[in-house]
């Protein structure tokens, strides 16, 4: 395949990369005698090119996961995809080449998951074809038909017996077409939240929630290098879809402030027009889901869809978050806003109080179904990001990366990566029975026995046996003690 030569004579050349413009967009239309391999690795070097401080990683990956495909469909080896994309980090100053060598790797294997064959692509060019052809051509007049006379007595009706084909919609195989995700936010170079998907931001009061939640809003608006967190990358907004925020518990001053960080980080000296952030705190609960979609919808039309949906305080959505009901139907109609809007939807939730379990029956529902829980804990005025569950990543694969106020620019700023002591045996488990106790015993909470048990099998989803040997261990060590009136309670 003339893939690199060829690309180097439309291009200017990769010893003259650094000085060239831009490369453009390229397509099988504008360039004669190129193959769809050729028009691919020009498009991903490009990819590479337009990236800034802060989406470097996520459009790295975007650019492998295109060439994947390719690769998967036999219209570029491997190869040769891996060293266009080495040039193409090398003219960006790349800081981190394991990094960024791991991250072509993974994007190479999420892109072999959807082959591109040349099959596909002449079949799509011929749909482009037919498609243009069939807008213009003029429309036949259609011709009424006498119709024949019908009995207007209604004839019994017997509803047919459910058949497979009827559930077909629903059924996965291994040849059902579902496009691949892209990844939003990435962490370390690892995937942490993608399209479609329902993440959620949890910690306590004050912990610096808003403050992560601000720079990840940054990033989705940004047009050129902003101010974020080392190590955090963001899915470029290259068509300015639009990045709606609701806010449910700030007064509207300060969250016209922080609003105002957010923008001063990014760049920008007035908010632009696909930025939408909504202060809906006055507003009755009954309203706020139906607000909420009302504005998607609008905003999926006015900009061509939608970035990501940012929920500050989706517990303030339902009246009580331990009703098992509408804690259910509230996490669906999060996760349904991803799906309908092909974006990823990102929920700030506070944990329960002394505790690092997110609040109640909603906080549970929303571990089951969410795509990555991200904790932030504060120590010493020092905030840092805890990789709390993940889905495409393990724990162990994203740093604790910490970050603190900084007076001179009004906003949080990235401060490094926390190093842990590691713990022996005996304080891992003090530390795990303190936190269940905290999260079942927390806000002067008191039990008879049997309720105990059953609130340690739902808050840590264990069997009764060993909610019994944490209940157990718990009264050991001093964590509980039984009252006069006979209910179980915390000792301090």
């Known amino acids: 395949m003339a893939s690199v030569k060829k690309l180097a004579a439309i291009t200017g050349g990769d010893q003259a990369r650094t000085q060239e413009a831009k490369p ?15 028009i691919a690795l020009h498009n991903a070097r490009k990819i590479v090119f337009d990236s800034f401080n802060g989406t470097k990683h996520s459009e790295l990956l975007k650019a492998a996961k295109l060439l994947g495909g390719y690769i998967a469909g036999g219209l570029i080896d491997e190869n040769t995809a891996f060293q266009t994309l080495k040039t193409a ?86 040849k059902t077409n579902i496009p691949i995700p892209e990844p939003l936010i990435l962490i370390n170079g690892e995937i942490i939240t993608t399209s479609d998907a329902l993440t959620v931001i949890s910690g ?11 720079v990840l809003i940054a990033g989705s608006i940004a047009t050129s290098d902003y101010d974020g967190i080392e190590g955090i990358d963001i899915l470029r907004n290259t068509y300015k879809k639009a990045v709606i925020h609701f806010d449910t518990e700030q007064s509207r001053w300060n969250h016209q402030q922080k609003h105002k960080t957010i923008l001063h980080r990014a760049n920008f000296t007035s908010c632009p027009d696909f930025f939408l952030s909504y202060n809906i705190r006055k507003l009755d609960i009954g309203k706020y889901s139906t607000i909420t979609k009302n504005i998607c919808d609008a905003a999926q039309k006015q900009f061509n869809g939608i970035h990501s949906i940012w929920i500050d305080g989706g517990a303030d959505y339902i009246s009580d978050v331990n009703d098992a009901m509408q804690s259910n139907a509230l996490v669906k109609f999060f996760d349904d806003l991803g799906s309908d809007y092909s974006c990823p939807v990102i929920v700030i939730l506070h944990t329960n109080p002394g505790g690092e379990k997110e609040r109640g029956h909603f906080g549970s529902q929303c571990q089951r179904k969410a795509e990555a829980i991200l904790t932030v804990k504060n120590e010493n005025d020092i905030s ?32 490094g990566t926390r190093v842990n002591t590691p713990l022996d045996k005996t304080q891992k488990k003090a530390f795990q029975m303190q936190t269940i106790c ?43 003690k039984k009252g006069d009136d006979n209910l179980w309670r915390k000792t301090f």
């Not at 040997?469 to 009264?475: E, G, L, P, S």
């Open 204 to 214: 306590a009061s004050k912990s610096g929630k808003t403050a992560l939640e601000s």
């Open 384 to 415: 840092y990001i805890d990789a709390k569950f993940l889905r495409h990543a393990g724990k162990g694969d994203v740093p604790q990366l910490q970050f603190v106020f900084d007076k001179s620019k009004g906003y949080h700023v990235g401060c």
């Open 89 to 174: 980090i090398d003219a960006k100053d790349c800081d981190n080449y394991e990094t960024a060598y791991k991250t072509i790797r993974k994007g190479f294997e999420y892109g072999k998951m959807e082959p591109i064959t040349q099959d596909k692509k002449e079949q799509d060019r011929q749909n482009w074809l037919n498609e243009n052809k069939r807008y213009n051509k003029p429309q036949p007049t259609p011709q009424l038909t006498p119709q024949p006379a019908t009995s207007t007595i209604q004839q019994p009706t017997t509803k047919p017996a459910a058949a497979l084909e009827d559930f077909e919609q629903w059924r996965i195989t291994d």
């Open 438 to 480: 905290n999260d079942v015993f927390g806000g002067q909470c008191s039990y008879n026995y049997t309720e105990a048990i059953n609130k340690i099998i739902g808050f840590s989803f264990v069997s009764e046996r060993t909610a019994k040997t944490y209940f157990a261990t718990m009264n050991a060590i001093g964590l509980i």
């Open 24 to 38: 453009s967009n390229l397509n099988i239309a504008t360039i004669d005698n190129c193959s769809y391999g050729d």
